[in-house]
């Protein structure tokens, strides 16, 4: 079991910039970040894996930028030109497992889920 806990959530307004965080309680193989706007399904939107392989949605390819730092078992998401419709509910997500190519930015491939840090862009 890994416990997950995000943070850096706020408003901000169109264009701006956030940077997430993830703590987790141990190394994992490969981490992601998902998001969740109200009414919508829940959508992967960076991976990185342990070797430091990264995915992009391409909603946010080019403005958001998925790292990790291994010696302290974090994982963050810096997020630029930020959108009104990037408002959600961010998760930082983890798994013991590589998964393949075509399912980095599925639900399915991660076991640990955070409980989500908030994010609001004002237009």
């Known amino acids: 079991q890994v416990q997950l806990v995000e943070s850096g959530g706020d408003s901000v307004q169109a264009g701006g910039s956030l940077k997430l965080s993830c703590a987790a309680s141990r190394l994992t193989y490969s981490m992601a970040w998902f998001r969740q706007a109200p009414g919508k399904e829940r959508e992967g939107v960076a991976y990185i894996g342990f070797y430091g392989s990264t995915t992009y949605a391409d909603s946010v390819k080019g403005r958001f930028t998925i790292s990790q730092d291994n010696a302290k078992n974090s994982l963050y998401l810096q997020m630029d030109s930020l959108k009104p419709e990037d408002t959600a509910t961010y998760y930082c997500?983890?798994?013991?497992?590589?998964?393949?190519?075509?399912?980095?930015?599925?639900?399915?491939?991660?076991?640990?889920w955070g409980q989500g840090t908030q994010v609001t862009v004002s237009s």
């Open positions: 997500v983890a798994d013991s497992r590589l998964p393949a190519f075509a399912a980095r930015l599925s639900r399915s491939s991660f076991n640990w």
